[in-house]
């Protein structure tokens, strides 16, 4: 018997009465016509990507040669979780949606970063990009707002007695995301064919050896090397370090873009599915924000994702332009009267996803 197919929620065709995106597209191409330039990544984006791999790789050879003493290996396990996250902001986020390069191997070479690393980047465009960008907060669809019952994110999911103290245990339950994507999600995804209730396509059989293949060549890299250099303890403390560092920061970001006090949450069923009364790029801006944009040095670190915003208006465009259009956007947003959230610090963003978490605690 097959299964019941997905069956995704419409948006509203312009909600507004007047075409906001339409317009907002047409002023963002101009920029960059006016400015003679790509709206790919540029010299930026590659100095950047050099310099993180760079110091990846040094660390990590660090790690094999002084890592039988554990606390002198210490410091750089801390800095190998918090480049690995950086990595995945900066070359694979641009990479997986098309933004990294004008070249198509160019930017399949930056997504194959996530591979790496030890996660599937077919995986990651099946959730992230089809599923999150384009249904994003939207309960029953959107993976990014399930945490297995653990947390309590939107109005519409299920209390539990355990939410009662999620405000409070939250950290340590984002702790432990990235070992947990290694270890089971991507094999759930990859097994099931779904994300959640979400059918994702099929592989192609490129697809499932370079599946098979990166998962063997991060355990062998981060699992079977460091044990032979520098023995099973002091491996096992420094890597559950590193994933720790790893999942919190990665989680972190992304939670304080979609998961804070302000944006709005939907409802809708992969079998059943529930209309959404807002046009897509109006939902994007009713379900994200942005935060600590005024911090060059944040916004150089998380590869431009403090400018969720942008981001998920025009994810092909490459991060390291979000600053200029953002200007384009807020003005776009006030002349169609919709709603441009953002947060001033990151602790003002922090503060704002625990207060939504504590909301939530109670039924």
């Known amino acids: 018997m097959l299964a019941p197919a997905f069956k995704p929620p419409r948006f509203a065709s312009h909600h507004l009465g007047q075409p906001f995106f339409q317009i907002l597209t047409q002023r963002v191409n101009q920029y960059f016509k006016d400015e003679n330039r790509s709206s790919k990544g540029d010299v930026r984006l590659y100095a950047k990507t050099g310099i993180l791999l760079a110091a990846f790789f040094t660390t990590y050879l660090v790690i094999l040669y002084l890592g039988s003493s554990f606390w002198l290996a210490l410091p750089f396990w801390i800095i190998l979780g918090l480049l690995t996250s950086a990595i995945g902001f900066n070359v694979m986020h641009d990479g997986a949606h098309g933004s990294f390069s004008k070249y198509e191997w160019l930017n399949s070479l930056a997504g194959h970063t996530l591979s790496m690393l030890g996660a599937s980047v077919a995986l990651w465009k099946n959730k992230h990009n089809a599923i999150h960008h384009t249904f994003t907060n939207i309960d029953g669809i959107d993976d990014d707002i399930e945490a297995g019952g653990m947390i309590r994110m939107a109005d519409s999911q299920t209390h539990k007695s355990i939410h009662r103290m999620q405000h409070y245990?939250?950290?340590?339950?984002?702790?432990?995301?990235?070992?947990?994507?290694?270890?089971?999600?991507?094999?759930?995804?990859?097994?099931?064919?779904?994300?959640?209730?979400?059918?994702?396509?099929?592989?192609?059989?490129?697809?499932?050896?370079?599946?098979?293949?990166?998962?063997?060549?991060?355990?062998?890299?981060?699992?079977?090397?460091?044990?032979?250099?520098?023995?099973?303890?002091?491996?096992?403390?420094?890597?559950?370090?590193?994933?720790?560092?790893?999942?919190?920061?990665?989680?972190?970001?992304?939670?304080?873009?979609?998961?804070?006090?302000?944006?709005?949450f939907k409802q809708s069923d992969a079998?059943?599915?529930?209309?959404?009364?807002?046009?897509?790029?109006?939902?994007?801006?009713?379900?994200?924000?942005?935060?600590?944009?005024?911090?060059?040095?944040?916004?150089?670190?998380?590869?431009?994702?403090?400018?969720?915003?942008?981001?998920?208006?025009?994810?092909?465009i490459s991060h390291v332009h979000y600053p200029a259009i953002s200007r384009i956007v807020k003005d776009t947003c006030a002349e169609f009267n919709v709603q441009y959230q953002e947060f001033r610090t990151f602790a003002?963003?922090?503060?704002?996803?625990?207060?939504?978490?504590?909301?939530?605690?109670?039924a």
């Open 169 to 264: 245990y939250w950290p340590l339950l984002y702790s432990l995301l990235y070992i947990y994507w290694l270890a089971f999600t991507d094999f759930k995804k990859y097994f099931s064919g779904k994300v959640g209730d979400v059918p994702i396509r099929k592989f192609t059989t490129a697809e499932h050896l370079g599946f098979w293949f990166w998962k063997v060549t991060h355990i062998t890299m981060v699992v079977v090397l460091p044990i032979y250099f520098i023995g099973f303890l002091p491996w096992l403390f420094g890597f559950l370090l590193m994933t720790f560092i790893t999942g919190f920061s990665l989680s972190i970001v992304f939670q304080l873009a979609h998961v804070v006090e302000g944006v709005s």
């Open 271 to 316: 079998l059943n599915p529930t209309n959404i009364e807002s046009e897509w790029a109006v939902h994007q801006l009713q379900t994200t924000a942005n935060f600590a944009t005024r911090s060059r040095t944040l916004t150089w670190l998380l590869g431009g994702l403090n400018y969720q915003v942008e981001h998920h208006l025009f994810p092909r």
């Open 348 to 362: 003002d963003a922090l503060n704002a996803h625990v207060r939504h978490l504590k909301r939530l605690s109670v």
